[in-house]
């Protein structure tokens, strides 16, 4: 099983381990289903636990709370 491990906003996590983006505002939506289909990363299967503020993540967001997310391909 391949796994890769992605540093993104900590915002997203519900809507990527959930699947459930009611409490996202519509530009964040928009900016997690870019990456999304620009890195097509596989199924969300876990999330750290402590959110760090990051100044950049993998998603190319601005400054914000991260955590490291685990997908599988």
């Known amino acids: ?5 992605y540093t993104l906003p900590s915002h997203w996590a ?3 381990v959930n699947d459930d983006t ?5 530009e964040d ?9 620009r890195e097509g990363p596989g199924y969300c299967v876990g999330v ?3 959110p760090e503020f990051r100044t950049s993540n993998d ?3 601005l ?5 490291t997310f685990v997908f599988h391909r």
């Open 29 to 37: 939506e928009a900016e997690m289903d870019a990456w999304l289909a």
């Open 63 to 67: 400054a914000c709370d991260c955590l």
């Open 14 to 16: 519900c809507a990527l």
């Open 1 to 5: 099983m391949i796994t890769n491990t």
């Open 48 to 50: 750290s636990g402590e």
């Open 22 to 26: 009611s409490g996202m505002e519509d």
């Open 59 to 61: 998603a190319g967001t």
